[in-house]
């Protein structure tokens, strides 16, 4: 049986020029920056998903505490859209807590303007300090662009991801595929 090829910097730079997710010249630039780094092999799961962020083709949901998720919301929505490529703008951001008296309290409602078009997300995370990851996953693909085959899922990083950043991924459906059979990244069903 053949051994199958370590997963690195590089060969997840190959695979995404290969989908065409990326250029060459932005594979070349990422291997240059990690270096040495860019050779040695990454874990199975989340360590090779969260590679994706430094190709510029996923944002990372942060699991862990943000401090003021009602404002972190706002620069994640920001981080996704810039993926788009200028295809989906996010404006006139604002949270409505659900206590606004509370400055620890998570609960509310976050709204914004994608493309000029009013969106509104219930948020249900009992602190401010953490992102609700399911309402973060949905307002991240809400703003899959239109007239595009590209669109926002989540990576699939399996049952054991309790302090794991979600990783939201921007492809089409045979990138996705791809990605699936080359790197072993699966996705979840949109939210």
């Known amino acids: 049986m053949a051994k199958s090829q370590p997963i690195t910097y590089a060969r997840v730079a190959e695979v995404l020029t290969e989908l065409g997710l990326i250029t060459s010249e932005t594979a070349q630039g990422v291997i240059d920056q990690f270096g ?5 092999e990454l874990e199975p799961g989340h360590e090779i ?3 994706l962020e430094d190709f ?6 942060h699991a862990e505490d943000v401090d003021f998720a009602d404002q972190h ?6 981080e996704a859209a810039a993926l788009t490529g200028g295809k989906v703008t996010v404006d006139n951001y604002r949270f409505e807590k659900a206590d606004p008296d509370d400055e620890d309290a998570g609960r509310g409602t976050m709204y914004f303007e994608r493309n000029g078009k009013a969106l ?7 602190s401010n300090d953490y992102l609700d990851m399911g309402a973060a996953q ?5 703003l899959s ?6 669109s926002f899922r989540c990576v699939d990083s399996g049952p054991y991801t309790l302090g ?3 990783v939201m991924v921007l492809a089409t459906a045979e990138q996705r595929e791809g990605l699936t059979r080359h790197l072993g990244i699966t996705f979840r069903e949109p939210w």
Do not use: K, M, N
Not at 120 to 126: D, G, P, T, V, Y
């Open 49 to 51: 998903a969260g590679s």
């Open 73 to 78: 919301y706002e620069w994640l929505l920001g």
């Open 138 to 142: 949905a307002a991240i693909e809400a």
């Open 145 to 150: 662009p239109d007239d595009d085959p590209r």
């Open 36 to 40: 040495d780094l860019a050779y040695g």
């Open 164 to 166: 794991h950043d979600d």
């Open 120 to 126: 509104s997300f219930s948020i249900e995370q009992e």
């Open 56 to 61: 510029g083709v996923a944002v990372s949901i």
